[in-house]
């Protein structure tokens, strides 16, 4: 009884952490993580209900965002992170994820391999082949609202005992665990409203400039998560404190464009290039852009203020706006003609370092009505060639480091 005094008071102080999480992916990470806590198990996966769009019909599937195994993790050199498959699950009897988000119900399987024959869903026991990780037991849970609304799943793998030894999920790991489920739901709710009302300003910007759509600020924010997580790495920051800042870094780099709500549609709309006085007006957008956060009422809006103003300055001072005043558009260090000087090094924040080298790296592997997407290789050589020029070298080595995982958000968030 003890014990399991302990997990519930595990569980509340987690309802209460997961409630601060305000990003909807970081939530989606957090909540499988703390899921395998509470039952001990080495790995796991977390699918969110998606429509998607086959052969002209919608239909809802359960994607995979989050994978994690301990195991595989131990393998890794120290900072770096694990890799996995995307893919999505049909929501119907084949599958043990499908079958839980059909029904609604928990399913325990004590062993994978010993299914019974009567069973409506089966294993597919190639990802294990592939990886070479036995699945053993599982328990899958759907993510249920209040309003019988499925979110999603979340499916753990191979419980372990005290000597390591991987065991059955027991009667109590399952009402631990649809406990969890419960309170991580509301939780998903509340970050579901809160990507909602984001991407709905994505949405205005989107109606004035056909570039700035969801996926590109969804992969934009990923890519500096990813960047600044391992940054933080090198430079020793506090599991704690990365978590906060990661937290706010990934809002506020979705927003790194809203100011081109304020751009003119002769501009933004334009299927060609930018004459010079056309991109002097587009440069705008950074002040437009920070001059909606001039009244910070917490740190994700000082966040995205340095975002949006900065994310276009150059480590060597050659980018834009400069230093200027967002709000009264003053210019606080000029040249001799009383035009704005650029930041440059470590005069621009780091997280404008961050997104800048992300919105890059996006815009030039995207297609534009006035280019086709770049190769993979000729990104690369452009975002190396731009070390110490446009970009922070220490952040160009970093994304070099973890390009495995900036590919991976791609293949999360793919244009549609």
């Known amino acids: 009884m003890a014990g399991e005094n302990t997990d519930f008071r595990s569980i509340i102080r987690i309802d209460s952490e997961l409630n601060q999480i305000q990003d909807l992916d970081l939530l989606l990470e957090r909540i499988l993580l703390e899921a395998r806590k509470v039952v001990r198990a080495d790995a796991g996966s977390i699918y969110v209900k998606e429509t998607v769009t086959e052969d002209g019909d919608n239909t809802e599937r359960l994607s995979i965002k989050y994978a994690q195994n301990d195991t595989t993790q131990k393998e890794l050199p120290p900072g770096q992170k694990m890799i996995y498959s995307v893919f ?48 053993i037991s599982t328990l899958t849970i759907p993510l249920v609202a209040a309003d019988n609304r499925l979110l999603g799943v979340i499916q753990v793998i191979n419980s372990k005992d005290d000597q390591g030894n991987t065991v059955s ?7 631990l665990i649809t406990h969890f489920a419960a309170n991580a739901t509301i939780a998903l709710q509340r970050a ?23 996926t590109h600020v969804n992969r934009v924010a990923g890519y500096a998560v990813e960047i600044y997580d391992r940054w933080a790495y090198h430079h020793g920051i506090s599991s704690e404190e990365r978590e906060k800042f990661r937290d706010t870094l990934r809002i506020a780099a979705m927003l790194h464009d809203a ?29 437009y852009g920070a001059g909606l956060f001039d009244d910070p009422q917490s740190s994700m809006d000082i966040i995205a203020r340095d975002v949006a103003l900065t994310h276009h300055e150059n480590w060597d001072g050659t980018g834009y ?13 000029g040249d001799e003609n009383g035009r704005p000087l650029g930041r440059k090094g470590e005069e621009i924040p780091l997280t404008g370092r961050i997104v800048a080298i992300a919105d890059v790296f ?19 050589m452009e975002i190396r060639r731009l070390s110490g020029v446009k970009f922070d070298p220490e952040l160009v080595d970093i994304f070099f480091e973890i390009l495995p995982s900036i590919k991976q958000i791609q293949s999360l968030y793919p244009e549609h």
């Open 88 to 135: 999505s699950v049909a929501i119907n009897e084949k599958s043990i994820a499908g079958y839980c988000a059909l029904t609604r119900k928990l399913i325990n399987v004590p062993d994978m391999y010993d299914i019974s024959p009567n069973a409506p869903y089966s294993f597919n026991s190639s990802f294990d082949k592939i990886s070479g990780y036995k699945t």
């Open 169 to 175: 999920f027991s009667g109590d790991d399952e009402f």
């Open 192 to 214: 579901y409203v809160t990507r909602a009302m984001i991407l709905r300003m994505i949405k205005m910007s989107e109606l004035r400039d056909p570039k700035e759509t969801g």
């Open 259 to 287: 100011g081109k709500v304020a751009i003119s549609d002769v501009i933004l709309k334009k299927p060609a290039r930018f004459t010079p006085e056309e991109y002097l007006v587009m440069q705008h957008h950074t002040i």
């Open 321 to 333: 706006p400069g230093w200027i005043d967002p709000v009264t558009e003053v210019v606080i260090k």
């Open 362 to 380: 996006d815009a030039l592997c995207s297609k534009r009505v006035y280019k086709d997407p770049w190769t993979e290789e000729q990104v690369l």
